[in-house]
């Protein structure tokens, strides 16, 4: 028997599971099981990956201060306290790493994205799920968990997969309530779906203990690159940037990131499509009897019976050629969530639904 042994904690993570991208048998797939931007990047972001092929040979840079810069004139952050990432997960994991370990708590919500037990876990801290109000982020129950020994408090705002949100109000509340020795960490992955939405710069800028993390995975359509960034107060991003490795980004993410931020033409036209889509493909589930409550981000949590009926539909949708993602490991078994495709794409899905909950009747 070996002695080699992982740190407390580790062995306690159940593996992420991706969405899937294929069905057995079944050509003209359409993959909406991981909020991806059905329309791809802007191509100016394409046009920059592209030339850094010519560069590979070259490290990166280490301090990202152009993508900084982009960053802070499109979003008016200040650039010297935006840290990039590989991915809004690296950002995650440097939270946890940086600010919980063992014996402290890190707080979540009970369908809250599963990086955050993840992580928490990795760091050797301890999960700790709090309970939602019919799929909202509950701020009571936030208050009522945290201990002396919380550490960090995640909120996706919107939420992934519910899609719900809380507004600036009820973030403010909760951030003047936390314990002094409390990091809120507001996960704006799909805040640039949302109009208007600084995704939580407001409450930041007031306050020392919020952060907020973003992705060029979900609306810039970069997912495949890896590209993430964190804004919050100086004394955060100081920590942050001791425990990030100086080469995290490659350059031709650098590049390919720089200018998906800069289009701000695609990212509008991305913005507007999902908007109607989203509208139009949930009233089309409505109108087959699958409610779903108003979504804020690119996907649609579709509600059914139970989880037998959810399990069926998910069945039929991919006899159909149409992945979408069972989230019972976000304790939401009776649901399906269902990325916001190209207009073909939700007319594929509503129609498949729409077949499925007629047999079933
Ligand atoms: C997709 C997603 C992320 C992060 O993705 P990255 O690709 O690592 O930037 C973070 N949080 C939530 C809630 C997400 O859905």
């Given at each position: 028997m070996t002695k080699i042994t992982p740190q407390p904690g580790i062995m306690d993570i159940a593996l992420y599971q991706s969405g899937a991208s294929h069905v057995e048998g079944v050509s003209n797939v359409v993959k909406l099981s991981s909020n991806e931007n059905p329309f791809g990047p802007s191509d100016a972001a394409k046009d920059a990956f592209t030339k850094a092929a010519f560069e590979l040979h070259r490290y990166p840079s280490s301090d990202h201060s152009s993508l900084r810069n982009a960053i802070g004139e499109i979003h008016a952050v200040d650039p010297a306290r935006v840290i990039c990432g590989a991915g809004s997960d690296e950002i995650i994991a440097f939270l946890c790493q940086a600010y919980a370990g063992s014996g402290d708590e890190v707080i979540y919500t009970e369908h809250g994205f599963a990086m955050y037990r993840i992580s928490a876990l990795a760091a050797g801290a301890k999960p700790v799920e709090v309970r939602e109000r019919d799929r909202v982020t509950d701020v009571d129950s936030i208050l009522a968990a945290c201990t002396e020994n919380t550490k960090l408090v995640f909120i996706a705002n919107p939420n992934n997969p519910t899609g719900t949100m809380i507004g600036d109000g009820e973030i403010t509340r909760l951030a003047d309530a936390l314990p002094p020795q409390v990091l809120l960490v507001l996960?704006?992955?799909?805040?640039?779906?949302?109009?208007?939405?600084?995704?939580g710069v407001r409450v930041i800028e007031q306050r020392q203990n919020v952060v907020m993390t973003r992705t060029?995975?979900?609306?810039?359509?970069?997912?495949?690159?890896r590209i993430g960034w964190g804004y919050g107060p100086q004394h955060v991003i100081d920590v942050l940037n001791r425990v990030r490795g100086p080469f995290n980004l490659s350059q031709a993410g650098i590049a390919a990131a720089e200018a998906a931020v800069r289009d701000t033409v695609w990212a509008e036209k991305c913005r507007t499509d999902n908007t109607r889509l989203r509208a139009w493909l949930a009233e089309a589930l409505a109108g087959h009897g699958v409610p779903s409550d108003t979504s804020c981000a690119n996907f649609i949590l579709a509600r059914f019976a139970d989880q037998a009926t959810a399990e069926a539909c998910n069945e039929h949708l991919k006899s159909e050629g149409l992945i979408v993602r069972c989230v019972g490991g976000y304790n939401l078994p009776n649901c399906l969530r269902i990325t916001i495709g190209d207009e073909p794409s939700c007319r594929r899905v509503a129609h498949a639904i729409g077949q499925f909950m007629g047999d079933s009747v």
């Amino acid at each position: 028997m070996t002695k080699i042994t992982p740190q407390p904690g580790i062995m306690d993570i159940a593996l992420y599971q991706s969405g899937a991208s294929h069905v057995e048998g079944v050509s003209n797939v359409v993959k909406l099981s991981s909020n991806e931007n059905p329309f791809g990047p802007s191509d100016a972001a394409k046009d920059a990956f592209t030339k850094a092929a010519f560069e590979l040979h070259r490290y990166p840079s280490s301090d990202h201060s152009s993508l900084r810069n982009a960053i802070g004139e499109i979003h008016a952050v200040d650039p010297a306290r935006v840290i990039c990432g590989a991915g809004s997960d690296e950002i995650i994991a440097f939270l946890c790493q940086a600010y919980a370990g063992s014996g402290d708590e890190v707080i979540y919500t009970e369908h809250g994205f599963a990086m955050y037990r993840i992580s928490a876990l990795a760091a050797g801290a301890k999960p700790v799920e709090v309970r939602e109000r019919d799929r909202v982020t509950d701020v009571d129950s936030i208050l009522a968990a945290c201990t002396e020994n919380t550490k960090l408090v995640f909120i996706a705002n919107p939420n992934n997969p519910t899609g719900t949100m809380i507004g600036d109000g009820e973030i403010t509340r909760l951030a003047d309530a936390l314990p002094p020795q409390v990091l809120l960490v507001l996960d704006g992955a799909y805040a640039e779906y949302v109009e208007g939405y600084d995704g939580g710069v407001r409450v930041i800028e007031q306050r020392q203990n919020v952060v907020m993390t973003r992705t060029f995975s979900k609306l810039y359509g970069l997912g495949g690159l890896r590209i993430g960034w964190g804004y919050g107060p100086q004394h955060v991003i100081d920590v942050l940037n001791r425990v990030r490795g100086p080469f995290n980004l490659s350059q031709a993410g650098i590049a390919a990131a720089e200018a998906a931020v800069r289009d701000t033409v695609w990212a509008e036209k991305c913005r507007t499509d999902n908007t109607r889509l989203r509208a139009w493909l949930a009233e089309a589930l409505a109108g087959h009897g699958v409610p779903s409550d108003t979504s804020c981000a690119n996907f649609i949590l579709a509600r059914f019976a139970d989880q037998a009926t959810a399990e069926a539909c998910n069945e039929h949708l991919k006899s159909e050629g149409l992945i979408v993602r069972c989230v019972g490991g976000y304790n939401l078994p009776n649901c399906l969530r269902i990325t916001i495709g190209d207009e073909p794409s939700c007319r594929r899905v509503a129609h498949a639904i729409g077949q499925f909950m007629g047999d079933s009747v």
